[in-house]
């Protein structure tokens, strides 16, 4: 086993057999990844929970006794980091989260196996939040299918979806952080999030791969809409 530049044992894996270079290079570079291996040790269900801790330690929004909803939750990061800063296992706050796929347990935190895109989503969210929210999450990710106009108009899809799902939901004041990827082709969303909120941003915690033009959008304060009744 060689030694990274930084120091670290360098697990390298070897092709052939059915294994394809691609899985290869996945494989790889989950076994040298340091967070992979920190959420391991740490008892967390992803390495992208070091998003979310990342941007809420430097803007603090999860605060205990709030409701938070986790759109694209599975397989769970995020809604661990959520349920344990809201306090949502003693039930002072509360963890509302859906996704496509199956997600095992996760104490203090409702779930439901549910399609973001279908018709009765807001609803059946709605029922599960009991209320309004504090803070919407988005990390919700679309399949790829290779074809980058394709990809890039699935991915603004979800994170207008989940924008406008934000705007009807929160009360004042709340926030919503939603995963973007850099392709200028979100200006309209930007523009919709500003007159919405006081403040909005991006951000890049150093969790997210540097090579990925993942990135966040962060909008914090919404501004409200008076009276506005909850479907
Ligand atoms: C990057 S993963 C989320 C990781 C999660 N934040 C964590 O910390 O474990 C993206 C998730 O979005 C989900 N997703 C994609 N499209 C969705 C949709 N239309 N409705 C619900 N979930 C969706 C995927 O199934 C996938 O589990």
Do not use: C
């Not at 409200?224 to 479907?231: A, E």
């Amino acid at each position: 086993m060689a030694k990274d530049t930084t120091g670290r044992l360098h697990v390298t894996v070897k092709t052939g057999g059915k294994r394809k270079l691609s899985s290869k290079l996945w494989l790889e570079r989950q076994l040298n990844d340091p967070y992979v291996a920190q959420a391991k040790r740490e008892g967390l269900r992803s390495r992208a929970a070091y998003k979310l801790i990342e941007i809420d330690d430097k803007y603090h929004f999860l605060k205990p006794g709030i409701t938070v909803v986790d759109l694209g939750a599975a397989p769970g990061g995020w809604s661990q980091i959520a349920a344990k800063r809201v306090g949502a296992t003693d039930s002072k706050g509360k963890v509302v989260a859906i996704d496509l796929l199956e997600m095992p347990e996760i104490p203090g935190v409702s779930f439901a196996q549910l399609d973001f895109l279908a018709d009765d989503a807001p609803d059946k969210l709605l029922k599960m939040m009991g209320g309004r929210a504090d803070v919407v999450l988005s990390d919700m990710a679309a399949n790829t299918t290779g074809h980058r106009k394709t990809d890039q108009l699935r991915i603004l899809g979800l994170v207008e979806g989940a924008a406008a799902f934000a705007s009807d939901v929160l009360n004042p004041g709340g926030t919503f952080v939603a995963k973007v990827f850099q392709s200028g082709a979100d200006a309209e969303l930007l523009a919709q999030l500003k007159r919405d909120f006081s403040s909005v941003r991006h951000v890049k915690p150093a969790s997210s791969r540097q090579d990925s033009s993942e990135r966040y959008v962060l909008a914090m304060g919404f501004r409200g809409v008076q009276g506005r009744p909850l479907s």
